[in-house]
């Protein structure tokens, strides 16, 4: 049995520390223990032209592909219609969020085959290994022009995912690691129901490797380079015994770090523990400063919890790195306002804090797509019109959404400590302006957003020129670029 395993590329890959494609490395690692002979490959560094001579050499039946809403769809609906053009026997599986919670829509399109929802690694084994399509749990098909939803399957447990490694001699780790940096993740699922999140529809249950599973995985990372670890787990302190055993690790290897805790889970103990074991930054999505929007959230966390997770990161001497939204359904132009006082009180209380304000865009049968729907969103119906969607664009519904565009601009300047730098004039130039926009609240149009688009532009040419891939917004067509 073989198998082809694809991530396409990335909006802005070459000015991101670039994640290493977990998702189907977990795929692959299932697959790989179970004798399926299987190549990854990470289209932000392999060239098309490597997948086709790996399809030619190994004739596989299947290959699957892990997409995310956004961008990455157009990259991956470029790749698929690629291949099919030169392999027209070959079956595409898409993977991932996006195609788990829109699996008919994503399979409306004619180079999509087939649709493995939620966790791939058990429905994508049993598809390659010839199992009967209508007996693979969360498969979703085609036949005879008809849609097919197999049920769901169970989502892995945690004893499941601790016998899964990373299997890192399919991949150059050290593309990943970018000056020690390096990220990971170590658990799946968070138990808690934020309305814009997709944890809440299938990924509600949390599982994690162990103490002693982390270790031995991170002593490899070690290995290859990595030293400053981000972690990108949804709720990396779910377990305290995990936490202790790994804080130990983390100072025993002088091992710097960063991970996401919930501002109502913090007290002064943890982050001084956090700060004597290498953390240098807490993430957290804080995400408005009005309580009534907080609700509406069902973010279950309070104002003044926000106000003490900085008090308390102050006293402990540890940064900071606050995620806001803004563009939330019900949200009332005094609710912005209020988001931003708590903004500038926050970076009063502690200095070294860094912030970033997103607008809010309801993602797929999360509840607040509902809410939105009532203010008259109206969601994409199709694969291209979900590729169009930028976290900083605001979507047509929103009546301010020209301000908010601003918002976020202004928020992407001035609350990274990068633009600080006085040596670079253009970043001078850019904070000055931002800096009276945020003292002001002067958010009307401006020239910022006219120049952002331009470099917006300008970086996704040069990032597809990578690949050989360009989507042009205007014509919905997929543009051949020379390879390198
Ligand atoms: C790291 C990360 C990134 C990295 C990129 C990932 C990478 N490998 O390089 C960066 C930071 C660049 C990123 C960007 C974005 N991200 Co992101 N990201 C994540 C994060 C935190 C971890 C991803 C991960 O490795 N997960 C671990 C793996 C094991 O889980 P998984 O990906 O879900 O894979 C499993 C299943 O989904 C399935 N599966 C996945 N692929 C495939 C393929 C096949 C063939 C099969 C069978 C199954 C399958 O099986 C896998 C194993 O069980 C997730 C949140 C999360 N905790 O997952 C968000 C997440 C994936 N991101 C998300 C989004 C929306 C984005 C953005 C599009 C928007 C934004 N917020 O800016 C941007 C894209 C911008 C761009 N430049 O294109 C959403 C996706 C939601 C959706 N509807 O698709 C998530 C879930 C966050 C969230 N809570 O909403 N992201
Ligand atoms: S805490 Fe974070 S990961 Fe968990 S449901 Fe809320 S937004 Fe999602």
């Avoid at 004798?35 to 490959?41: A, L, R, W």
């Amino acid at each position: 049995m073989k198998s082809i395993l694809i991530y396409p590329q990335l909006e802005f890959a070459k000015v991101q520390i670039p994640t290493p494609p977990y998702s189907i490395l977990f795929i692959a690692d299932y697959l790989l223990k179970r004798s399926v002979d299987v190549k990854i490959f990470d289209l932000r560094f392999d060239k098309l032209s490597q997948v086709f001579d790996a399809i030619s050499n190994k004739e596989p039946e299947f290959i699957g592909i892990s997409v995310m809403t956004g961008p990455q769809i157009q990259y991956a609906l470029k790749v698929c219609e690629d291949i099919k053009k030169k392999f027209n026997n070959i079956k595409i599986v898409w993977g991932g969020v996006h195609a788990t919670i829109l699996p008919a829509q994503t399979l409306q399109n004619n180079n999509v085959d087939f649709v493995i929802r939620r966790e791939g690694e058990k429905a994508y084994y049993e598809l390659v290994s010839g199992k009967n399509i209508s007996q693979i749990k969360s498969l979703s098909f085609k036949k005879n022009k008809k849609i097919f939803h197999n049920p769901n399957a169970n989502i892995l447990t945690s004893s499941e995912l601790n016998d899964l490694s990373i299997p890192w001699t399919l991949i150059n780790p050290k593309r990943y690691v970018r000056n020690g940096n390096f990220n990971i993740i170590t658990s799946r699922g968070c138990p808690f129901k934020c309305a814009f999140c997709y944890n809440t529809l299938f990924n509600n249950v949390w599982r994690g490797w162990t103490a002693d599973k982390c270790i031995r995985e991170l002593d490899k990372c070690l290995n290859f380079g990595a030293k400053k670890l981000t972690f990108y787990d949804d709720y990396f302190f779910a377990n305290s015994k995990r936490i202790k055993d790994l804080f130990l690790y983390f100072k025993e290897q002088d091992i710097n770090w960063k991970a996401e805790l919930r501002v109502n889970r913090l007290d002064y103990s943890l982050a001084q523990e956090a700060k004597s074991h290498g953390c240098t930054q807490l993430y957290f999505g804080a995400e408005s400063g009005s309580q009534r929007v907080l609700n509406i959230l069902n973010k279950n966390t309070s104002i003044k919890d926000i106000i003490q997770s900085a008090k308390i990161t102050k006293a402990a001497d540890l940064s900071a790195d606050y995620s806001w939204m803004v563009g939330i359904p019900g949200e009332t132009k005094a609710d912005v306002k209020k988001t931003i006082s708590l903004i500038k009180i926050i970076k009063e209380i502690n200095p070294e804090s860094e912030f970033s304000i997103k607008i809010l865009f309801p993602y797929p049968k999360t509840q607040i797509q509902d809410l939105a729907k009532r203010e008259g969103f109206r969601p994409p119906n199709n694969l291209f019109d979900w590729a169009k969607i930028r976290r900083d664009r605001a979507p047509k519904y929103l009546k301010n959404k020209n301000q908010l565009e601003m918002i976020s601009i202004t928020s992407a300047i001035i609350g990274r400590k990068v633009f600080e730098q006085e040596n670079i004039p253009i970043f001078k130039l850019l904070r000055g302006l931002a800096d009276f926009r945020w003292k002001y609240e002067a958010f009307g149009a401006g020239i910022e957003n006219f120049f952002f688009k331009i470099f917006r532009e300008l970086i996704d040419k040069v990032v597809s020129g990578r690949n050989s891939v360009e989507y042009d917004s205007f014509t919905h067509e997929f543009v051949s670029i020379k390879e390198d």
